[in-house]
């Protein structure tokens, strides 16, 4: 069981259901969510979902068939090195899909969850998106 100030027992026990290499990318997923800042938290929501949040939602975990999602949620951080790769135009969250043997940015994930969280510490994306548009 995991007793680190922000870490969840609960994500524990959802990572480990999956299969080890789904195991291995939500580990690392996690690792960097919490490196992004050591304030980020950990809960479950949705029933069964792992979230990562601080200040508002930062990221979610879904473990899929053949892959692993990584929703962001957050639909105008900036993605300068190109890691989102799935629902660049969602009104409010993108995702970022990890399969087997996928070469994955780990500095650019957790770049993005930098971005996120400042936006959250800022108000969040809505109230910044608001204010451009004015």
Same mark, same amino acid.
């Given at each position: 069981? %995991? ?11 959802? &990572?480990?259901? =999956? ?9 690392? #997923? ?5 490196? !992004? ?11 069964? =979902? ?6 508002? %939602? ?5 473990? !899929?068939?053949?892959?692993? %999602? #990584? ?13 989102? $790769? *799935?629902?660049?135009? $969602? ?15 780990? /500095?650019? =994930? *957790?770049? =993005?969850?930098?971005?996120? &969280?400042?936006?959250?510490? /800022? ?12």
């Amino acid at each position: 069981m %995991n007793d680190r100030p922000g870490f969840d027992h609960r994500v524990d026990e959802y &990572i480990d259901r =999956l299969p080890e290499w789904q195991q291995a990318i939500c580990r690392r #997923v996690r690792e960097t969510a919490h490196a !992004a800042d050591p304030e980020v938290q950990e809960t479950i929501k949705r029933s069964v =979902l792992p979230y990562f949040v601080l200040q508002g %939602n930062v990221c979610a975990l879904l473990a !899929a068939k053949d892959h692993v %999602n #990584v929703f962001i949620y957050d639909p105008i951080a900036p993605d300068p090195n190109g890691i989102i $790769n *799935q629902g660049q135009d $969602n009104a409010t969250a993108r995702s970022v899909q990890i399969y087997p043997g996928d070469e994955t940015d780990w /500095a650019a =994930l *957790q770049e =993005l969850f930098c971005a996120v &969280i400042a936006d959250n510490r /800022a108000g969040g994306w809505r109230r910044i998106k608001a204010a451009s548009e004015e």
